[in-house]
Nanobody, 122 residues
Framework: QVQLVESGGGLVQAGDSLRLSCVAS????????MGWFRQPPGTERSFVAA????????FYADSVKGRFTISRENAKNTVTLQMNSLEPDDTAVYYC???????????????WGQGTQVTVSS
């Protein structure tokens, strides 16, 4: 089993930045593609960003392109989501996920963290 722990969420104002981190344990980190998903209040969980096992390939949801950056440090078993120019619509619980392939579909991910809350005020 792989355990994932997110951190870095908080309450910020529109235009501010946050950096979310996810630390993995249990298996070799370099085997996994990593993804970030989010669930705004009262809605279903949706794709945010993904990165391949070696960090060569990166995918982003259209709503965050140019504002968010996903990266990973395999030596530290860590994946990061840098969020800039935050908007109220970015308010959500953000989840880290690990899977066998880099994908936008959440069903392709096998392991999930508990989530971290991001709240963006106007």
């Amino acid at each position: 089993q792989v355990q994932l722990v997110e951190s870095g969420g908080g309450l910020v104002q529109a235009g501010d930045s946050l950096r979310l981190s996810c630390v993995a344990s249990g298996r070799t980190f370099t085997r996994f593609a990593m993804g970030w998903f989010r669930q705004p209040p009262g809605t279903e969980r949706s794709f945010v960003a993904a990165i391949s096992s070696l960090g060569v390939t990166r995918f982003y949801a259209d709503s965050v392109k140019g504002r968010f950056t996903i990266s990973r440090e395999n030596a530290k078993n860590t994946v990061t989501l840098q969020m800039n120019s935050l908007e109220p619509d970015d308010t959500a619980v953000y989840y880290c996920a690990a899977g066998r392939t880099t994908d936008r579909e959440q069903n392709e991910y096998d392991y999930w963290g508990q989530g971290t809350q991001v709240t963006v005020s106007s």
